[in-house]
């Protein structure tokens, strides 16, 4: 017997129409509970084209409300892009139904928020035929805004501007657009025919200049939207409408404090229009001015704050029997960040009748940071298997921690023989989709070696299956004849061992009672005490343990020699023993030798190459290898000079805990993704490096280079993952800061890096309490800038910063080139800067101390 709703799966929207015309009411509720019931229990459950329209007429021809068409028809896996909403129509109104035009404002509550234009055209066709008033929900102001940059599909191009004259959802959603946060964003297209940049903006102020729209709720719009405020990026489109709308004196005079509050707290862009705003038009009271200009005159945006001066100097010279009192208002700007705000704030304030008392600096100063205070304890171990079902869930659902990552493998070790751990795990397994397939482009994603895991552990019959391929993973990642077949020769080898142990984990998996990983690591950043391995491999006795869990957990121990200890494992007479006295004695991993190296790039020929995704022409990298004689079976010690336009992503967040007291090795092998947030823009990169300053180890030239890429790097959260980092190392005592800068200024002197994005980064760091740091820093930094034939834009700014460490601790650090810059003629700003270094780091050094060998 054929399925009465085969007409969904093939797409037949024609038989769709005929299967639910004629029906009587009767007929229509069975029709519809089938047709719920077939929709939930259908195994291939998406729909889109024809399924999708078919699905429609189906839904409007036989559900009894708006609410229930609504509750199907919205489901994410149902795309009703392209569906004819006027067939739709049609067969409402044939059956006679009194919400059609309800069903378009339900939907439109339903509209994607990560693609609100699916589905957007076919509410907007039942609006339209059915005379609706336009939703303005969020998704549907969205969706409209979204298909504003493009033209209908299939349509002669018309012009954005003659689209919105004639669009009937203009009025209504007009001044929503000002309401939603985040609009502004979706404003900010270029006009598809033109390149004209700002195209919507600009539509509507010609379409307000025609009298289309009204120009007063633009004018107001624009004003609420920058009073309440949004991401910067979100405001350029309405910055861009107010200049456009060009507002008359009479207009602005009814702004006017709104106007002075954007100029204290905006952003930078929407400060300085206000700013702009006001000096074009008199009549400003002078005590609202001058109390708005304290807040300006302490903000880090320097052009806002000069123009802020240059307004107050104009105001004096104008009003003589008040310059006192500007004077005085001027004089906020002399504690300001910038070294050439304060001393033009410190001459108008004395041109105006306001002496500024001097600085004093009294001794030398040296860095003022807290204790490190060490890797936290990891978390306790998970006791059961509804806590492990939990934990799995959140780690299923997010980002892979190795400390979450851990806790859940040691816990599915211990766990493994609980009846009650199917019960609670498969659901969640099912929930989150978690397979055993590996990732078809992508060989550092875990997804499908730890859903097969987590699949052996809650069902050991259904985990059988995959046992044969875990065991020839294993079999290749022990390396035993050098170059030797490896599945996992396209990854890293930290993310080798890592995807070993898994593998390892899922062949052994199943043993009641079972002790727990070896490797659970008793530190958040993956270390593990070693008496505590002891006292696990003591509990373990004649129990063979697991080779990769062993070798991870030696990994985790101290890079220390430990002979007491390594005497008491030997006792133990087992081989897990006696791999822990070796390693013991012998203080871990050998240091590898290292070789800091360029690489260029290396062109590409694939046809498909578009040049958005260009690789920088070279990058710096940092080569390791095994000492001569030394053997390394997993290639641990191995970093060779690869590719620049590599990239792993979130996977190298997991290394640290691999490997956590060698952090130059780990730090060797993130370098490339590290450097990708400075030569090509991509984000995250940097976030290792705080996880690498909680590591052990020497950190060798792999951490300098890292540092200095992450102090240049295109995102401010991977700048500030920088800042961090280098002050917790500093605050160890393994900051190696004229390294560091070295590194700084050869890579920005040669444009592998922009330097302006450097600055803020270590200005933050002096200001947390690292201004002898910054200073050693920049002293290495600024050889290689002054030296290139055109230092790069953003030296003069070091060299404030510089001069400000340099007085700020009053240390004295000779800076080769900088005798010959502050000895040009002239006052450009590079030689002014010049000139004040010099006279800030010619200081009394540190008593009793050569000046160069101040601490760092």
């Known amino acids: 017997m054929s399925d009465p709703f085969d007409f969904l799966v093939q797409g037949d929207v024609r038989a769709a129409v005929d299967a639910v015309t004629d029906l009587d009411e009767q007929g229509r509720r ?296 500007i004077a005085e208002v001027i004089a906020t700007a002399v504690d300001h960040p910038a070294a050439d705000i304060r001393d033009r704030a410190g001459t108008l304030a004395a041109r105006h009748g306001h002496v500024v008392a001097p600085r004093v600096v009294v001794g030398a100063v040296g860095d003022d940071l807290p204790p490190p205070a060490g890797p936290l304890p990891a978390p306790p171990a998970i006791a059961d298997p509804d806590e492990l079902a939990e934990e799995v869930a959140s780690l299923l659902g997010g980002p892979k921690t190795a400390s979450d990552l851990e806790r859940v493998l040691d816990a599915v070790v211990r766990l493994a023989g609980d009846d009650r751990l199917k019960e609670a795990l498969i659901p969640v397994l099912r929930r989150h989709r978690a397979g055993a397939e590996e990732h078809p482009w992508d060989p550092y994603c875990l997804c499908g070696l730890l859903g097969g895991v987590l699949h052996a552990a809650a069902d050991p019959v259904e985990g059988g299956g995959r046992r044969g391929r875990w065991a020839a993973m294993l079999a290749a990642v022990r390396r035993r004849a050098p170059g030797g077949p490896s599945p996992d020769a396209r990854v890293l080898p930290p993310h080798r061992l890592l995807r070993a142990r898994l593998a390892e984990i899922g062949d052994r998996v199943g043993m009641p009672q079972h002790p727990g990983l070896l490797a659970a690591p008793t530190r958040a950043n993956g270390a593990l005490d070693p008496e505590v391995l002891y006292d696990r491999l003591a509990l373990l006795g004649q129990h063979g343990a697991w080779e990769m869990d062993l070798t ?25 023993g006696d791999r822990l006295a070796g390693w013991l004695r012998a203080g871990g991993l050998p240091t590898p030798d290292q070789r800091v190296v360029t690489l260029p790039r290396q062109e590409r020929r694939q046809s498909y190459y578009l040049g958005y995704d260009e690789p920088p022409r070279q990058r710096t990298h940092v080569v390791l290898s095994p000492p001569e004689g030394v053997d390394d079976p997993f290639g641990l010690l191995t970093v060779p000079a690869g590719t620049v336009d590599s990239y792993v992503g979130d996977a190298a967040l997991l290394w640290p805990a691999v490997l ?78 004229p390294t560091v800068g070295a590194h700084l200024g050869t890579l920005a002197a040669v444009g592998d890096l922009t330097l302006t ?59 080769p080139g900088l005798a010959e810059v502050t000895a040009r003629g002239g006052s450009s700003r590079l030689v002014t800067e010049a000139r004040r270094l010099a006279a800030a780091s010619g200081s009394r050094p540190a008593p009793g101390r050569h000046p160069e060998s101040a601490d760092h």
Not at 94 to 104: H, K, Q
Not at 240 to 247: F, S, V
Not at 780 to 808: C, N, V
Request: proline share 7%; hydrophobic share 50%.
């Open 30 to 325: 069975s029709f519809a509970g089938g047709l719920v019931a077939h929709v939930r229990r259908r195994r291939d459950n998406w729909w889109w084209n024809d399924q999708a329209g078919a699905l429609a007429v189906a839904a409007v021809g036989c559900l009894p409300t708006a609410a229930a068409a609504a509750e199907l028809l919205g489901r994410r896996n149902v795309s009703l892009r392209g569906v004819d909403a006027a067939l739709v129509a049609q067969v409402g109104r044939t059956r006679g139904v009194p919400w059609l035009g309800e069903l378009p404002h339900r939907l439109a509550d339903r509209l994607r928020r990560d693609d609100p234009t699916d589905g957007w055209a076919f509410v907007a066709e039942l609006l339209t035929a059915e005379k609706a008033a336009a939703p303005t929900g969020d998704q549907f102001v969205q969706g409209w805004l979204a298909l504003m940059a493009w033209p209908p599909e299939g349509q002669r191009p018309i012009p954005l501007v003659d689209r919105l004259r004639a669009d009937v959802f203009l009025d209504a959603l007009v001044p929503r657009l000002f309401e939603l946060d985040g609009a502004g964003t979706r404003m900010s297209f270029d006009e598809f025919m033109t390149d004209e940049t700002f195209a919507l903006p600009r539509a509507l102020a010609r379409l307000a200049g025609e009298g289309r729209l009204d120009r007063r709720v633009l004018l107001d719009g624009c004003m609420s939207r920058l009073l309440r405020g949004d991401r910067p990026a979100a405001l350029r489109a309405f910055v861009t409408l107010h200049a456009l709308l060009e507002p008359t004196a009479s207009e602005v005079d009814g702004h006017r404090g709104d106007y002075l509050r954007l100029l204290a707290d905006a952003p930078g862009p929407v400060a300085s229009m206000a700013q702009k705003t006001l000096r074009a038009r008199d009549g400003v009271e002078i005590e609202g001015l001058l109390d708005t200009s304290r807040a300006v005159l302490v903000r880090p945006d320097k052009a806002l704050v000069r123009a802020q001066l240059a307004w107050l100097d104009q105001l004096a010279r104008r009003h003589p029997d008040r310059a006192a009192e």
């Open 552 to 576: 991870q957990a030696l990994l985790r121990l101290p890079a220390r020699v430990d002979e007491p200890l390594a005497a008491r494992a030997a006792t133990l007479g087992t081989p897990a």
């Open 660 to 737: 956590p007291g060698y952090r130059g090795l780990v730090a060797a092998y993130a370098l490339p993704d590290i450097a990708s947030g400075a030569d090509q823009d991509l984000s995250g990169g940097a976030a290792i490096l705080p996880l690498l300053a909680e590591c052990g180890g020497d950190g060798g030239p792999a951490v300098d280079l890292a540092l200095a890429y992450g102090l240049g790097a295109r995102h401010e959260s991977d700048r500030v993952a920088a800042v961090d980092a280098l002050l917790m190392l500093a605050a160890s005592g393994d900051l190696d800061a």
């Open 757 to 815: 994005r450097a600055l803020q980064p270590l200005r933050d760091a002096a200001a947390a309490g690292a201004p002898l740091s910054v200073w050693h820093l920049l002293a290495a930094a600024l050889p290689s800038l002054l030296a290139a034939p055109k230092p790069p834009r953003g030296t003069p700014d070091l060299l404030t910063l510089a001069a400000e460490t340099a007085g700020a601790t009053a240390v004295r650090i000779d800076v």
